[in-house]
């Protein structure tokens, strides 16, 4: 059976990052830099890469840095090009995107994440979609997206990427009630957000890529509350099920870093510096004089 391709993307960027002030005061969380990348770059390779060709990003007030980052910049531009800068224009090119690719629209309330994807709804129609959230960056040979976008030409439905967590943390996330497990897909009876510890139907937590179905818009509209009193998208991902809908949870291949936090976001600078050919070497001799340092400190 052949399904229709996922080719939009919805990016829910409206969060104030208070985890991170006071540099969110006045910068987008999004464009906070892994190395020299801003975390939304890492998103949008990724989305790239699994055959997205529209952007949707839901913002607010606040974050015309991130809008002004995909714009074209003549004058920078102008400048290497003079300065025979050719590698570093090369590097610009993936910043840019072509007019009427990228779309904003603005979240007035911080209602929760589905609130933030109902938000896209007009420019969403009737085609299935992907939703990737910049906060979950994920270091994989093949990118996330990509694995999901071919496991989902083969399944259809609705499709959450899932990882195993510790039993104790599962609290934290939406999570995953499993009627079949497949190996790298399964098979999904429930999704429960944040339950207490003791309520966690498995350890097999949601994190932030998604590809879903324009159902789930439908069922967004009945704006009812959930876990927090926010609008959860996990509730209306739950009720396909009920209605006798497909949904698989993909067990994807690669590494999870939550940069939502202060910690995911130190770890995830390590690796993906350990990643980089140029900087491995003196990185990592810096990294062993600190272990080394407190070793003999202690």
């Given at each position: 059976?052949t399904?229709?391709k996922?080719?939009k993307?919805?990016?829910?960027?409206?969060g104030?990052?208070?985890r991170?002030l006071?540099?969110t005061?006045?910068?987008?969380k999004?464009i906070?830099?892994l190395?020299?990348r801003p975390?939304?770059q890492?998103?949008i390779?990724?989305?790239?890469a699994?055959g997205?060709?529209?952007?949707i990003?839901v913002?607010?007030r606040g974050k015309?840095?991130?809008?002004?980052y995909?714009?074209?910049s003549?004058?920078?531009?102008q400048?290497?090009?003079?300065?025979?800068?050719?590698a570093?224009?090369e590097?610009?090119?993936?910043?840019n995107?072509?007019s009427?690719a990228?779309a904003?629209?603005?979240?007035?309330?911080a209602?929760?994440?589905?609130h933030?994807v109902w938000?896209?709804?007009?420019?969403?129609?009737?085609?299935?979609?992907a939703?990737i959230?910049?906060?979950d960056?994920?270091?994989?040979e093949?990118?996330?997206l990509q694995?999901?976008v071919?496991?989902?030409n083969e399944t259809?439905?609705c499709?959450v990427?899932?990882?195993?967590v510790?039993t104790?943390k599962a609290?934290?996330?939406?999570?995953l009630d499993?009627?079949?497990?497949?190996?790298?897909m399964?098979s999904?009876?429930?999704?429960v957000?944040k339950?207490?510890?003791?309520?966690?139907?498995?350890?097999l937590?949601?994190?932030?890529?998604?590809?879903l179905t324009p159902?789930?818009?439908?069922?967004l509209?009945?704006m009812?509350?959930g876990?927090?009193?926010e609008?959860?998208?996990?509730?209306a991902?739950a009720?396909e099920?009920?209605?006798?809908r497909d949904v698989?949870?993909?067990?994807f291949?690669?590494?999870r870093f939550?940069?939502g936090?202060k910690?995911?976001?130190?770890q995830?600078?390590?690796?993906?510096?350990m990643?980089r050919?140029?900087?491995?070497d003196?990185?990592?001799?810096?990294?062993h004089?600190?272990?080394?340092q407190?070793?003999?400190?202690e």
């Amino acid at each position: 059976m052949t399904h229709r391709k996922v080719t939009k993307a919805i990016f829910p960027v409206a969060g104030l990052g208070t985890r991170f002030l006071p540099a969110t005061k006045s910068i987008p969380k999004e464009i906070m830099t892994l190395v020299d990348r801003p975390l939304i770059q890492y998103a949008i390779d990724e989305a790239r890469a699994a055959g997205i060709k529209e952007f949707i990003f839901v913002t607010s007030r606040g974050k015309g840095a991130l809008e002004d980052y995909f714009d074209n910049s003549p004058v920078l531009e102008q400048e290497l090009r003079r300065k025979g800068k050719d590698a570093l224009l090369e590097i610009l090119k993936d910043t840019n995107m072509e007019s009427g690719a990228i779309a904003y629209m603005r979240q007035h309330k911080a209602l929760g994440l589905g609130h933030a994807v109902w938000c896209a709804r007009r420019l969403i129609a009737n085609e299935p979609f992907a939703v990737i959230l910049p906060d979950d960056v994920i270091a994989a040979e093949k990118p996330c997206l990509q694995q999901m976008v071919e496991a989902y030409n083969e399944t259809g439905g609705c499709m959450v990427a899932a990882m195993e967590v510790p039993t104790e943390k599962a609290s934290a996330y939406g999570v995953l009630d499993v009627k079949q497990d497949m190996g790298a897909m399964v098979s999904v009876k429930g999704m429960v957000e944040k339950p207490a510890v003791e309520d966690a139907p498995s350890n097999l937590a949601v994190i932030g890529r998604y590809i879903l179905t324009p159902n789930v818009l439908r069922s967004l509209n009945k704006m009812k509350s959930g876990a927090g009193g926010e609008i959860q998208l996990t509730d209306a991902i739950a009720s396909e099920i009920e209605q006798g809908r497909d949904v698989f949870g993909y067990r994807f291949r690669g590494q999870r870093f939550d940069c939502g936090s202060k910690a995911g976001f130190l770890q995830a600078t390590v690796a993906f510096g350990m990643a980089r050919e140029e900087l491995r070497d003196e990185f990592s001799s810096y990294l062993h004089d600190i272990v080394a340092q407190q070793k003999a400190a202690e």
